[in-house]
């Protein structure tokens, strides 16, 4: 079965300071995603990737950077977070051809930035 | 634009009616749809997915949708809920087979 996993799963971080979520897929997907949930906005796309080495802007990258070192991990980066910030993010995967349609979502990070 | 209107953001229904939680979308083309259920403190899993044909699709647990391109419509549907469906549901687009685009959201609560 497809498995998704993020690291941290809680994270409190303070303003203007670095954070990083970390994925893992072990799908041999090649397309991941990150979104970020909060509350009246359902999942938002912040950026996602098509393979190793690639990285492309979602619905709402200000603020975020994300990097694809190889097939299996993508990470958010938030070079200085902000408390507009704080919110559960998710990482997904997705396969090749039709059923890179589906995505297996990973059990999330609740990030709290003070 | 490509976008999704889930227009209730809450729906209680008793244990052993019957569900439907609306979804409706805007896109020029056919995309392709989907639902998700999330329980708390968990991932989203796929409920159900339409990509073409059938307009009817059945899904994990009981669950049904059908897809109407003249009302734009995805509408999730069962004919008797379970306490255990209490979650919150998600409808999304894919107008490309790769990102999706998702609806806020339908907290659903079964009581007895």
């Known amino acids: 079965e497809a498995a998704v996993t993020q690291s941290p799963r809680n994270k409190v971080a303070v303003t203007g300071g670095k954070v990083t979520l970390s994925c893992n897929q072990t799908?041999?997907?090649?397309?991941m995603y990150w979104y970020r949930q909060d509350t009246g906005h359902g999942l938002r796309l912040i950026h996602y990737?098509?393979?190793?080495?690639?990285?492309e802007k979602g619905d709402i990258p200000d603020g975020y950077k994300a990097s694809r070192p190889s097939q299996e991990n993508f990470s958010l980066i938030l070079e200085l977070a902000t408390p507009s910030q704080t919110s559960v993010y998710f990482c997904?995967?997705?396969?090749?051809?039709?059923?890179?349609?589906?995505?297996?979502f990973g059990p999330g990070t609740r990030l709290t930035v003070l | 634009a490509q976008s999704v209107t889930q227009p209730d953001a809450r729906v209680t229904v008793s244990e052993g009616a019957s569900l439907q939680l609306r979804c409706k979308y805007s896109?020029?083309?056919?995309?392709?749809l989907f639902w998700y259920v999330q329980y708390p403190r968990q991932g989203l899993q796929l409920l159900l997915k339409?990509?073409?044909?059938?307009?009817v699709v059945q899904g994990v647990n009981s669950f049904e949708a059908e897809f109407s391109k003249s009302n734009s419509s995805f509408h999730l549907q069962k004919a008797s809920v379970h306490w255990s469906d209490s979650a919150v549901y998600f409808c999304?687009?894919?107008?490309?087979?790769?990102?999706?685009?998702f609806g806020t959201g339908t907290k659903l609560q079964v009581v007895p």
């Open positions: 999304a687009l894919s107008p490309s087979g790769t990102y999706q685009r």
């Open positions: 339409y990509y073409s044909g059938d307009p």
């Open positions: 799908n041999n997907h090649n397309n």
């Open positions: 896109y020029s083309a056919t995309p392709y």
């Open positions: 990737s098509y393979g190793a080495g690639s990285t």
């Open positions: 997904a995967s997705g396969g090749l051809g039709e059923s890179s349609y589906e995505q297996y």
